[in-house]
């Protein structure tokens, strides 16, 4: 104790560095009988409280990412069924638009038939008044120029011209 007692002393301190040391000691007793126990026991109960809370919250996390997944893959699933509805759908439409068109073109088809069937058979009777009407107009025509030639041997080539 000597030799602590003399190591202090070089040191430059003095005795009441144990009367310092006591009352610390003390203090530091009292404090922790009254507050610092209960300080003690509340930070470690908050630690065990929030390890477990962090716990939880690691399960319902892990939780949740089980969750996310499963609605990705529901969300994949419904996707693939609606793009599967969607094409089917869409050959449908496909299939009864070729089906309308093909229906239509036929239509067009006979009724064009059927137009130029009527067009031929007026054509045909047309041609027939005109047939019949040849003759007539041939006969017509000639006996214009015999006329028209007679008067022209006459002199007169202004009356053929106006004629004709």
């Known amino acids: 104790m000597d030799v602590v007692y003399s190591l202090i002393s070089t040191l430059g301190l003095n005795s009441t560095l144990f009367a310092m040391t006591g009352i610390f000691v003390g203090t530091y007793w009292v404090c922790y009988v009254l507050f610092l126990k209960r300080l003690s026991n509340f930070l470690v109960e908050r630690d065990n409280r929030t390890q477990g809370r962090s716990e939880s919250v690691d399960h319902l996390n892990d939780e ?42 036929e239509k067009a088809q ?4 059927s137009v130029r069937e009527e067009v031929e058979a007026e054509f045909s009777k047309e041609m027939q008044k005109v047939k019949v009407e040849v003759p007539t107009l041939a006969k017509e025509i000639l006996a214009r120029l015999m006329t028209a030639g007679k008067k022209n041997q006459r002199g007169d080539g202004a009356f053929v011209r106006k004629e004709l």
């Open 64 to 105: 949740l990412l089980g969750l996310d997944s499963e609605i990705q893959n529901k969300k994949r699933s419904v996707q693939l069924e609606a793009d599967k509805l969607f094409s089917e759908i869409k050959n449908r439409a496909l299939e009864e638009q070729t089906r309308v068109v093909k229906s239509a073109r």
């Open 110 to 113: 006979t009724e064009l038939k």
